[in-house]
């Protein structure tokens, strides 16, 4: 069984090397957080919240008195995933000798690492009796698995036996810090109340924009709303930041990243089987999806939508060179393993083709799609900067009011005037089966049987994919051009209605 060991802190971090003066500043003055997506992550797919793999730059500006000679100044509160080498501090009179990060956080885990194959004192309180006794132990295993400590009796496993054990610490490794903390070393000629710039990038970001669709009952157009879903695994929390994401691809080569830190905690086990691997993580829980609709924010529950409280401010659009820049208009706490939602953009009545997209290898069904297709110009009723995400699409019930979702899909990164094709995955009301037929010549028929259970129309796209020097001849009077390195063809089906196709692969060699 896994069991907690208490854990007793004696001394605090070593004091400074004599003559040495220390300058910390605790927390920042002011403080804007600028977040990039991902740089390997397609714009249509969602973040992965187990490992947040943008960045941001943060910016922070901070009171500091500086002392005449030299000093180290240590700046507390900084991200846990910054990049050192990215740090840029402006304002000192006579600029940065060094750079150091203590990112290495003081926690139960941590502490426990580090003092393996150190003294520690064991306080061992037997159960039920209340009497209490300390002695001297040297830490011999690491923080994973069983506490295995020697003693002058021997080695033993802490907190089993019947005794609850409590490790007392003499003192704290001095790289471990309570506070991700940045230190400088700089030299004065005299003493200066100066207000600096810090600016570095950090690791642990990411964000996205969440799409919500409301289809009419027609499917012919639709309401849009947009939202910026943007998330942090840092372990510091930015309060009342200038907020703002930047969408685009940035050309940026990273150093190698180590694991993210698991949060400090420590659970050993009082056992020395070997451990089961763990069990996956489990998916990410998909982010509430919200609509903004008449100054109103819309949740959805597992049956219906529901207006719950009114919208909140909208991000502002800004160019930034080849890439664009949304800033929340009003401070916001970026806050630590967290996510945040604002307000993108809402669209009404945005002209929507809907249809069904087939795709064929020959005589064999690959896949079958729904698709949502529009422009992205003014006149269908978009004409704005679309940044890639997930999307999620509603359709009102043919027997209520209520909103049922019928699809999900992704919507990668669209200038003004670019097509705009969402790809969600078909559901039971349509289907296409395909068979060769082999008594009408030399070469096989192909028949396609479409079924349509919806109460409207179902346009179907059929592509096929065929080798060179070979081309599709439809009977029926279906027509197929060739695009895009396939042959295409389009029919319909009219509601709760079959309609069958057959077609021949000719050789035109």
Not at 19 to 32: E, I, K, L, N
Request: net charge neutral; charged share 20%; with cysteine.
């Amino acid at each position: 069984m896994a069991r907690a060991l208490a854990f007793v802190f004696l001394a605090a971090i070593a004091a400074p090397a004599f003559g040495q003066a220390v300058v910390t500043s605790a927390a920042p003055d002011a403080v804007a957080v600028s977040i990039y997506r991902a740089p390997d992550r397609a714009s249509d797919s969602a973040m992965n919240l187990g490992w947040l793999e943008g960045y941001a730059l943060v910016t922070e500006k901070r009171t500091v008195e500086i002392p005449q000679g030299r000093a180290t100044i240590r700046f507390e509160g900084v991200a846990a995933g910054l990049f050192p080498e990215s740090a840029i501090v402006t304002g000192l009179p006579s600029g940065v000798r060094e750079k150091n990060l203590d990112a290495d956080l003081l926690s139960p885990r941590s502490l426990y690492a580090r003092m393996f194959g150190r003294p520690i004192i064991l306080r061992r309180m037997a159960a039920g009796a209340g009497s209490v006794r300390e002695e001297r132990a040297i830490i011999r295993s690491g923080p994973d698995g069983a506490a295995i400590v020697q003693t002058a009796t021997g080695f033993e496993v802490a907190n089993c036996g019947g005794l609850r054990d409590e490790i007392l610490y003499a003192d704290v490794p001095k790289d471990l810090s309570p506070r991700p903390t940045l230190s400088i070393e700089t030299e004065s000629s005299s003493a200066h109340r100066v207000t600096l710039s810090l600016s570095y990038l950090a690791w642990g970001f990411d964000w996205q924009t969440n799409y919500v669709m409301q289809m009419s009952p027609d499917g012919k157009t639709a309401n849009l709303s947009a939202w910026v879903t943007l998330a942090s695994s840092d372990a510091t929390s930015f309060v009342n930041a200038d907020t703002a994401v930047i969408a685009g691809k940035v050309n940026r080569n990273d150093a190698p990243r180590s694991t993210p830190p698991s949060g400090g905690e420590l659970v050993l086990r009082c056992d020395l089987a070997s451990l089961p691997p763990a069990p996956p993580p489990p998916p990410p829980a998909p982010a509430a999806y919200a609509e903004m609709m008449d100054s109103s924010e819309i949740v959805v529950t597992a049956q219906r939508v529901e207006r719950v409280m009114a919208a909140p401010v909208t991000v502002q659009q800004e160019g930034l060179g080849d890439l664009k820049l949304y800033r929340v208009p009003v401070p916001v706490t970026v806050a630590a393993n967290s996510q945040k939602q604002v307000a993108l953009a809402m669209r009404d009545g945005v002209k929507v083709d809907t249809f069904y997209r087939v795709e064929m290898w020959r005589d064999e069904v690959q896949s079958l799609r729904q698709i949502l297709r529009s422009r992205n110009r003014r006149e269908d009723g978009l004409g704005l900067p679309l940044p890639g995400g997930p999307v999620a699409v509603f359709e009102p019930a043919s027997m209520s009011n209520a909103l049922l979702l019928i699809g999900e899909g992704g919507l990668a990164d669209r200038a003004v005037g670019e097509d705009v094709e969402i790809e969600l995955a078909s559901g039971p009301q349509v289907n296409a089966v395909s068979r060769a037929v082999t008594d009408k010549g030399p070469n096989d028929v192909v028949e396609l049987a479409f079924s349509n259970a919806r109460a409207m129309s179902a346009r179907i796209e059929v592509r096929i994919a065929t080798t060179p020097g070979e081309t599709v001849r439809a009977s029926g009077g279906a027509k197929f051009a060739r695009k895009d390195g396939r042959w295409i063809g389009t029919l319909v089906v009219p509601p709760s209605s079959e309609r069958r196709l057959r077609y021949r692969i000719v050789k035109t060699d």
